[in-house]
């Protein structure tokens, strides 16, 4: 009887059950933030404030924040295609439950769909791989990979859960050698969705079709009886067709403005361009050799790159070149998902690093020990991972991708020692060897745990550190608090000055306006808010005068405003976070954690 219930018939209903048991799980663990609606992080609050405007009435095609730097507004450039699951169950629920609890279910149950995807996928690309028992512990171990399952708890909105799932998706089309055409179309929309909802996906998009054209490069003539001759050209019309489709959407038909940090123009045209050029010359004569077909992707490449420098030559280099360098270094620098590895700690280089390590291992079983897997598709394989790897070490956040492809690459090999393991006669060498399999499968728990228990001897002061880390901690979490946050609207629809990180949240919960948020297009109001707390007081006083600020709201526990303390010790906030007092700040009564002062207007104009 359990036999059957793991036959590959049941494979559906095998990922359900997984599906149902780790939302389970993860509802579980998420219950006090689904209940007090705390989302996962300022991008998921600002994420729903987006929702939530555009469900009011504001344009489709109109992504500007106007309660950020007030009157003009902040500009965004997040895609609407994340706003619309989240979005369409909130319009739903909304009959039932009202806005405010179908926003709070809207907000559980849609990283939890995202989850279903991850799960199916991971299953379906291991089964076609390795066979139907490395794909059932693959998918279980999804639970284990900690940077995957942090973006797609309950109350994380934000598109990095729908681009995992685009990435998963471009790697079942690369591994789907059944149907090459379909592989291809289906591999060009999730690359265009992928592009649409955040353009950091583009080195993955050009890793993905650069397989596709290595296949089209290495084949001769009379392989795969032709079946793969027009993949990689179709996957580029694909791509191309369906990135302009998808801009024209969300965007309509703005194709004047170009910005280096989101599906633009210029990307259409380079796309464009590439896909005119390969797709007529795979039809031809040319398409006889390798030799012509890497001549074709030479000139067809060269042609792409010349459109970027004509039409956006500003977006060539880094995307965040023209940040300013005030807020380069007390922002971007300082937020450790833009960041290279080796800049955010060793704990989370051991983590990576180990995820790798155990991903490469399981390249070298695969090499030596798999006959499943064809030759070719071992090397498409090992450059995906490679390629992935080198990009997650230069941006940390997306490093999560080579941890989906390493644990489907490490599930067939714990299926091996698992195996072995049951052939061996003595208790200790079966559960020895079962542990290293399950350890294996959970390299991203594992390996920080023993890195802090072996690496990090007591001493002295660690009691006292220890204390003060907690009592800073529970200070952070008191101003997070959504009790805190909510009390803030007692001031109405005011401008306010308040930290960046608080900001989104804020705007979630009330109805005030805030100067800037932690987000780059908006970098001179931004700029502002780090002034105002480093500079000296007379500045600050300024900055809030040209700004029409109506009160002035700081919390103790703000990392961020302690930061900027330690940074200038001169500065506004290390005076008035002092006690200081100044004529044109009145002190008000505490609203929860949060210090207030009404800003008086007169006094400023007076001092000035």
Known sequence: MMASLFSPQYFHRQI????????????????????????????DNLRMVQIMDWLAGQSWFDVT????????????????????????LIVLLQPVFGPTVASQIAAAVIPLVTLGFVLLLTARITDRLFGHPAALLAAAAVLAIVPLVNQLLPMRIDHHGWQIVLFLTCLWALTDRARPKRAAIILGIAAAAWLEISVEGLPFVILFLGLFALRWL??????????????????????????????????????????????SPFHLASLAVIAAIIYPASFTALNRSPGARLMICAVAGAAG??????????????????????????????????????????????????AIAVGL???????????????????????????????????????VYVLCLANILVAPMVWHIFRVSDQRDGLASRMGLKMIGAMMLAPTLVAPMAYVALASPPDADSGASAAEAKARFEKAVRCN?????????????????????????????????????GHHRN????????????????????????RDIEYLVTCDGSPELAY???????????????????????????????????????EMLNDR
């Open 16 to 43: 359900l059950a997984i599906w149902m048991i780790l939302s389970a799980l993860l509802i579980f663990a998420q219950w006090p933030q689904i209940m007090a609606f705390q989302m996962g992080d300022a991008d």
């Open 65 to 88: 924040q106007y309660r950020i730097n007030p009157p003009d507004g902040g500009p965004m450039h997040w895609s609407r295609l994340v706003d619309v699951p989240v979005g369409t």
């Open 218 to 263: 290495l084949l001769r003539p009379g392989d795969e009886n032709g079946r793969f001759e027009q993949q990689f050209p179709l996957a580029l019309v694909s791509t191309a067709a369906a990135s302009f489709l998808l801009y024209v959407a969300t965007e309509g038909l703005r194709f004047q403005s170009n910005y280096c940090d989101a599906l």
């Open 305 to 354: 790159i010349a459109m970027v420098l004509l039409i956006a030559p500003q977006c060539a280099g880094d995307a965040f070149s023209n940040l300013d360098p005030l807020v380069r270094d007390y922002w971007f620098d300082r937020t450790p998902e833009g960041l290279p590895l080796w800049r955010i700690g060793t704990v989370r280089w051991v983590q990576i690093g180990a």
């Open 361 to 399: 291992a399981g390249f070298v079983y695969l090499f030596r020990m798999n006959e499943s897997v064809p030759g070719r598709d071992k090397l498409v394989l090992l450059l995906l991972f490679l390629g992935s790897a080198i990009v997650g070490v230069y941006v940390s956040r997306v490093s």
């Open 481 to 517: 608090a959504l009790p805190s946050i909510q009390a803030l609207g007692a001031l109405g629809n005011a401008r306010i000055m308040a930290g960046l990180d608080v900001s989104p949240s804020i705007l979630h919960h009330t109805k005030l306006s805030v100067v800037a948020t």
């Open 523 to 546: 970098q001179y109001a931004m700029k502002d808010v780090i002034l105002t707390f480093t500079e000296p007081p007379e500045k600050a006083a300024k900055i809030m005068a040209r």
């Open 564 to 602: 900027y303390k330690l940074r200038a010790p001169d500065g506004f906030w290390a005076k008035a976070g002092a006690g200081e007092a100044f004529d044109w700040l009145e002190p008000l009564p505490m609203i929860g954690p949060y210090n207030v002062w009404r800003i008086k207007k007169s």
